[in-house]
């Protein structure tokens, strides 16, 4: 059989092996050294905005530590998009707190602001003011970021902006995950950039970072014994993993032009057959289009579903994967409250992720493009 197509593989640039190599000639071989510093500022450099950012051992680590430095706890009710990967809610109940789902809007298939505000206003008749808010940037498309935060400022409640599909992504020419009180990076192995596992926690809010830095590394006191006054994690990312990162750094911008690339030759050959509908850019918007998705819209002369195209690629030893299952569909949040519902739940019925790594050959695309296109039209 030939070699798998994956949907979203690693992709080294060359230089990684370089930092690698020299933390193991200095033996920093642990969560601590000169990487990771250098990492934090290179990322921060990157970003821009005057923030400041903790690396970690992932993206849902920063999202669990953002909760505790906004002082979610016990009882508390947190907002959060329903359309998402179960690390950007699962931190909410480690915390003891509640998820409230919001739906998603078209457009960018992200949190709808209106229902967003809908939910707040209904949480306040019922006494319970959320603590803060988990606005997800899905596949690399940025959300409708000026509408919500607008809504979270009126109600003066803080904005957790997981940007962990969305590195390189920009809303209005500001970098995705600098624009909330925090940001959330993920560098998993399946993200634009690796560290093999990792993530990053991001505000312009120094002293919150430098706190979740603390709590990362097991919060221990400044004194010379082991002695510790706070319950803490050890969610720091390791010295080696963040050479990885630095490497991959340099790299950036062309894997969000390749990215790009594959989304536009999919949409060139895909994007006029019957029933086929593709993410759109809306202006201002810049998406790193980390994953090109589809959705598939049975017409009256054809009957394919996700699934059949799914299956086709999958006998061709070919990834694809359907959309987020929304959260409020899922078991384990079966009885969390939910505002909307409808829209991700169609999403999810009608849509799928094609390859979309940056080292796709132009060969394995061009196959990709012919069994949908052939599967489609009926071909096959």
Same mark, same amino acid.
């Given at each position: ?12 640039? #060359?230089?990684? /092996? ?7 000639? $200095? ?5 601590? =050294?000169?990487? /990771?510093?250098?990492?934090? &500022? ?10 400041? %950012? ?16 906004? =002082? ?5 009710? +947190?907002?959060? @998009? $329903?359309?998402?990967?179960? =690390? ?11 998820? %409230? ?67 390189? !992504?920009?809303?209005?020419? %500001? ?10 990076? @993920?560098? &998993? ?7 093999? #596992? ?21 919060? *221990? ?10 319950? =803490?994690?050890?969610?720091?990312? @390791? ?32 994007? !006029? ?10 202006? #201002?918007?810049?998406?790193? *289009? ?13 009957? +394919?579903?996700?699934?059949?195209? *799914?299956? $086709? ?7 694809? *994967? ?35 790594? !940056? ?9 990709? /493009?012919?069994? +949908?296109?052939?599967? /489609?039209?009926?071909?096959?």
């Amino acid at each position: 059989m030939k070699p798998r197509v994956f949907l979203s593989p690693p992709h080294m640039g #060359g230089e990684e /092996i370089k930092f690698v190599q020299e933390a193991f000639n $200095t033996n920093w071989i642990s969560p601590a =050294g000169p990487h /990771i510093n250098a990492f934090e &500022n290179e990322l921060a450099q990157y970003l821009g905005e005057a923030v400041a %950012v903790a690396a970690l051992s992932s993206g849902t680590a920063a999202i669990h530590l953002a909760l505790i430095i906004l =002082g979610v706890k016990y009882g508390d009710e +947190v907002l959060c @998009s $329903t359309f998402t990967f179960a =690390g950007s809610c699962n931190p909410i109940v480690y915390q003891g707190a509640t998820p %409230v789902f919001i739906d998603s809007e078209q457009e960018t298939w992200n949190m709808d602001p209106l229902l967003l505000e809908k939910a707040i206003e209904d949480r306040l008749r019922q006494g319970k003011k959320p603590k803060a808010i988990i606005v997800v940037h899905l596949y690399g498309m940025p959300a409708r970021m000026d509408e919500i935060m607008a809504v979270a400022r009126k109600h003066d409640i803080p904005v957790i902006e997981d940007a962990a599909e969305a590195l390189g !992504s920009t809303y209005k020419g %500001v970098k995705c995950g600098t624009i909330g009180d925090f940001g959330i990076l @993920s560098f &998993n192995g399946n993200k634009i950039i690796t560290t093999s #596992g990792g993530g990053a926690l991001v505000s312009k809010k120094h002293d919150w970072v430098e706190k979740a830095r603390f709590l990362a590394t097991q919060a *221990r006191d400044a004194v010379p014994h082991y002695e510790h006054s706070h319950i =803490g994690y050890n969610y720091r990312l @390791s010295n080696v993993c963040a050479g990885i990162g630095r490497g991959q750094l340099k790299v950036l911008d062309a894997r969000v032009r390749q990215r790009r690339a594959v989304y536009d030759l999919y949409k060139m050959q895909l994007g !006029s057959l019957p029933g086929i509908a593709f993410l759109p850019e809306p202006d #201002g918007y810049f998406s790193n *289009r980390w994953l090109t998705c589809i959705l598939l819209n049975n017409t009256d002369k054809q009957v +394919v579903t996700s699934d059949t195209v *799914r299956l $086709t690629l999958e006998k061709k030893n070919i990834e694809s *994967r359907p959309l987020w299952k929304p959260m409020h569909l899922q078991p384990l949040y079966r009885q969390a409250p939910v505002y909307g519902g409808a829209v991700s739940a169609a999403l999810f019925e009608k849509g799928l992720c094609l390859p979309s790594g !940056s080292n796709l050959t132009e060969e394995q695309q061009q196959e990709i /493009i012919s069994l +949908v296109e052939d599967k /489609i039209t009926g071909y096959n």
